[in-house]
T-cell receptor, first 112, second 109 residues
């Protein structure tokens, strides 16, 4: 079974631009969560989607948004990029609620 | 915000020794999950312990959970150089998972 796939792996963007990251969950998994990892703040929860509905949300500004498609694939969008948005963005998928969450390799975003 | 804290922040041991890491969490949870991360790559799932369980084993891993103290520990027995990584715990409440700051484990050959 294929694992969680995140694309692209690396991305360089300029301040003020927007970016879209993609996550394909493990086949059959209905929940997708997104996290931001930085050296200063550690792993921060962004949001979680289950069956195309956002069920949980962390404390991030509205510039961070996401969506989930009917095939459970998810995208995360960050608008008006700031230097502080440079981070490793991780996606995790799980079969249902309160089950094991498996992570992808992440997308390394650098904002210059 | 992060869920809690791992203790210690860094741990250095010799190959063959045991490594114990602790984590605390702040809110109620349905389960707690431990992960390993190598050099800024993705997180590898190690073990899940449910809130009604007190101890769980998987190979060289032993996890305990004390919900009254909101704390958990991860024991790695007979450590190997390949165990060198950062270890994180995450408290899970209906798929809202909050991570601690992690413990950086170095196992010297």
């Amino acid at each position: 079974k294929a694992g969680v796939t995140q694309t692209p792996r690396y991305l360089i963007k300029t301040r003020g631009q927007q970016v879209t990251l993609s996550c394909s969950p493990i086949s059959g998994h209905r929940s997708v969560s997104w996290y931001q990892q930085t050296p200063g703040q550690g792993l921060q929860f962004l949001f979680e989607y289950f069956s195309e509905t956002q069920r949980n949300k962390g404390n991030f500004p509205g510039r961070f948004s996401g969506r989930q498609f009917s095939n459970s694939r998810s995208e995360m969008n960050v608008s008006t990029l700031e230097l502080g948005d440079s981070a490793l963005y991780l996606c995790a998928s799980s079969l249902g609620v309160n089950t094991e969450a498996f992570f992808g390799q992440g997308t390394r975003l650098t904002v210059v | 915000s992060q869920q809690g804290e791992e203790d210690p922040q860094a741990l250095s041991i010799q190959e063959g020794e045991n490594a114990t890491m602790n984590c605390s969490y702040k809110t109620s949870i349905n389960n707690l999950q431990w992960y390993r991360q190598n050099s800024g790559r993705g997180l590898v799932h190690l073990i899940l312990i449910r809130s009604n369980e007190r101890e769980k084993h998987s190979g060289r891993l032993r996890v305990t959970l004390d919900t009254s103290k909101k704390s958990s520990s991860l024991l790695i027995t007979a450590s190997r150089a390949a165990d060198t990584a950062s270890y994180f715990c995450a408290g899970n409440n209906n798929n809202d998972m909050r991570f601690g700051a992690g413990t950086r484990l170095t196992v010297k050959p």
